[in-house]
């Protein structure tokens, strides 16, 4: 297992530089001069190689990449040309959303996956199936807007939106964690179907385990392999995929500032945010894999 974790760490090193270089070279083809959008069109030469010479945006190609590989290297990934805010902690902090919604979803998908394959083909099960299709089908920015209409507007029970603490972060997570909840959930439920009509779970049945144990310590850990490649897959959506929400929500979040960098030609932001992405997006992945032994004890990557 150790042998195997290492291997795939090391193989991650040269995706995570692929990306990088990859992000560094388009955004230094983008026509416009980050320099003049930060100073203004009537700013003085001098201002111009003044915010030049703050960010390094005056040296050579071969020599600014480096430079942000090293620091990106240790941790560090500039400060915004826009907020002079350290990037790392605005990107991290900015990552509650995320994992917020990434907790609803399974936890959510799970729980409902399960309801309905126990109660295959009953009126439980139809009606959860329904309300999971809907949930897929219903768009994002219209639920956002209706949980606003009942719960900020009617009910006063929770902000409208903004930033500040967990209550904040409830609606936006609310409203995502719909969007990735059902996917899971069909698929729990297609793959327990799978499962519970073993032959080892009659077996159990046979012998008189109780019901609970059978569904949740043993049809429910064999059933959950596809699905923890797909909540891998969720969070790389969540992470990069929550522009709508954020923009109705008012809520600060990591695809926000992506795009305002993007228009305000914020290169350090924007390389730092692509870099964070597919770091969590590999660990992520990283994770589904090695969790594939715990799920299933067959499993042996030292043999792999």
Do not use: C, K
Not at 55 to 79: E, K, T
Not at 124 to 148: N, Y
Not at 177 to 187: H, I, N, T
Not at 190 to 195: G, H, K, Q, T
């Amino acid at each position: 297992m150790l042998r195997y974790t290492l291997r795939r760490i090391a193989l991650l090193v040269p995706v995570l530089v692929g990306v990088s270089l990859a992000s560094f070279l388009l955004l230094h083809l983008i026509p416009g001069d980050p320099a003049v959008i930060l100073a203004g069109e009537n700013a003085t030469p001098g201002q111009l190689a003044a915010i030049r010479s703050e960010f390094g945006l005056n040296a050579p190609l071969g020599a600014q990449y480096v430079r942000y590989l090293g620091r990106a290297a240790r941790g560090d990934l500039g400060i915004s040309m826009q907020t002079r805010a350290p990037i790392t902690q605005t990107l991290l902090a900015r990552m509650r959303l995320t994992l917020w919604s990434l907790a609803l979803a399974v936890a959510a998908g799970i729980t409902v996956g399960v309801l309905a394959a126990t109660h295959h083909n009953s009126w439980l099960d139809g009606g959860l199936m329904i309300v999971a299709l809907i949930g897929l089908s219903m768009p994002s920015f219209w639920l956002g807007l209706l949980l606003l209409l009942v719960f900020a507007g009617m009910l006063h029970w929770l902000p409208s939106g903004g930033s500040g603490g967990w209550q904040y972060l409830i609606l936006p997570a609310v409203v995502l964690g719909m969007s990735g909840a059902p996917v899971v959930a069909r698929l729990v439920r297609a793959s327990m179907l799978e499962v519970i009509r073993q032959d080892y779970i009659r077996a159990l049945r046979a012998h008189g385990v109780p019901e609970r144990r059978v569904i949740y310590r043993h049809a429910l850990r064999n059933a959950l392999n596809p699905v923890v490649t797909v909540v891998g897959l969720q969070f790389g959506f969540l992470m990069a995929g929550a522009v709508i929400v954020e923009t109705v929500f008012s809520l600060p979040g990591i695809g926000r500032l992506m795009v305002t960098a993007i228009f305000s030609r914020d290169y350090p932001v924007i390389q730092g945010g692509m870099l964070m992405i597919a770091v969590a997006f590999v660990a992520a992945n990283l994770v589904i894999d090695l969790a594939y032994a715990w799920i299933n004890p067959r499993i042996r990557y030292e043999r792999a």
